[in-house]
């Protein structure tokens, strides 16, 4: 059974960084692509990040550019978000996802396999 659980979120103040762990099992992690999902409130499934495989090429919204990186350890089945520099607009439900479908970078709900979602909560 694939499994995904997410750790690492919490409330931080802007400009504050925070680190997102997604431990994966179930499956053989180093063969699949791996994404970072958002959703802010009232807002749609907005793919922010993957990685490939191997650990490239990498993939980021512009929004979170120079603030974000990806990263994964095929060692430990782990793959992780580093956020620094922290927006307000950075608030969100992030989602560990395995084979996503995010046309136009949206993602569909009922594709891939998910992580149960960790609160991020950017506010002073």
């Known amino acids: 059974e694939v499994q995904l659980v997410e750790s690492g979120g919490g409330l931080v103040q802007p400009g504050g960084s925070l680190r997102l762990s997604c431990a994966a099992s179930?499956?053989?992690?180093?063969?699949?692509?791996m994404y970072w999902v958002r959703q802010a409130p009232g807002k749609g499934l907005e793919r922010v990040s993957r990685?490939?495989?191997?650990?490239?090429?990498?993939y980021y919204i512009d929004s979170v550019k120079g603030r974000f990186t990806i990263s994964r350890d095929n060692a430990k089945n782990t793959v992780y978000l580093q956020m620094n520099s922290l927006k307000p607009e950075d608030t969100a439900v992030y989602y560990c996802?395995?084979?996503?479908?995010?046309?136009?970078?949206?993602?569909?709900?009922?594709?891939?396999?998910w992580g149960q979602g960790t609160q991020v909560t950017v506010s002073s």
């Open positions: 996802v395995r084979d996503a479908a995010c046309p136009g970078g949206l993602c569909r709900a009922d594709s891939g396999y």
């Open positions: 179930g499956f053989t992690f180093s063969n699949y692509w």
């Open positions: 990685i490939s495989p191997g650990g490239s090429p990498l």
